[in-house]
């Protein structure tokens, strides 16, 4: 186990486990809550291969050494054998795809550049 994994035996003491948020092909995020009454997102993967492992352990330092208000925060991470659940910031706002997507959104040149504005401020 990396030294900055905790053992996954304690993720149920620590939150609940509320909604699905979404499925991909490694796994799946919910909407937990923890002790602290706070909504967090939980990123689920399996672990079936080195490969991924090694991918998602690199995934969580990145998390971990970023610091910038418009990229999603790291909380913790839990491991088990063939698992490893990464706690990050909640936002409830919705996926940005579907809200453009929808026929009920009126996209506006200022909505595009207000995206676009976020979304370079997070690289």
């Known amino acids: 186990m990396s030294d900055h994994l905790k053992d996954s035996s304690i993720f149920d003491i620590c ?16 909407r937990v809550i923890g002790t602290d009454g706070k909504s967090y997102a939980a990123k689920f993967i399996r672990i079936r291969k080195q490969n991924v492992r090694q991918k998602t352990e690199n995934e969580i330092n990145l998390l971990r050494d970023l610091k910038n208000p418009n990229i999603i925060k790291y909380v913790e991470a839990f491991e088990g054998m063939c698992e490893i659940v990464i706690v990050l910031e909640y936002l409830g706002g919705g996926e940005l795809f579907y809200r453009v997507a929808s026929d009920e959104f009126n996209l506006t040149e200022a909505d595009c550049c207000l995206f676009l504005r976020q979304i370079c401020r997070g690289v």
């Open 15 to 30: 939150y609940t486990k509320r909604e699905e948020l979404g499925r991909g092909k490694f796994g799946v995020v919910w």
